[in-house]
């Protein structure tokens, strides 16, 4: 059992950036960033390969260019620089986690992954 505790999230004005934390209690093989607003299903944001030695990194096209994923393998940690935030990106952030080998295409599906953090929020207003 892996637990993940998030954190780093906010309050911003459009433009602004923040950086999430999400700390891992032991190994994994993949970490992700999902959220959530209001009446949405969540989504996936950002995820990483953190045991494979590659750090291939994978964005929502929303997201491309604005956030960027990366990782501590020997800190079981995975961070999310968020820049140039738009109101849009308002929700309930989730870190998520899984150590088990699946394919890529699986990467933002929330059932490929075990573990979940508790949420931490980011709110972005105009």
């Known amino acids: 059992q892996v637990q993940l505790v998030e954190s780093g999230g906010g309050a911003v004005q459009a433009g602004g950036s923040l950086r999430l934390f999400c700390v891992a209690s032991?190994?994994?093989?993949?970490m992700g960033w999902f959220r959530q607003a209001p009446g949405k299903q969540r989504e996936g944001v950002a995820a990483i390969y953190t045991q494979t030695g590659t750090g291939e990194r994978f964005y929502t096209d929303s997201v491309k260019g604005r956030f960027t994923i990366s990782s501590d393998a020997a800190k079981n940690t995975v961070y999310l620089q968020m820049n140039s935030l738009k109101p849009e990106d308002t929700a309930m952030y989730y870190c998520?986690?899984?150590?088990?080998?699946?394919?890529?295409?699986?990467?933002?599906?929330?059932?490929?992954?075990?573990?979940w953090g508790q949420g931490t929020q980011v709110t972005v207003s105009s």
């Open positions: 032991g190994s994994t093989y993949i």
């Open positions: 998520a986690a899984d150590n088990t080998v699946r394919g890529a295409s699986l990467r933002f599906a929330p059932s490929r992954y075990n573990y």
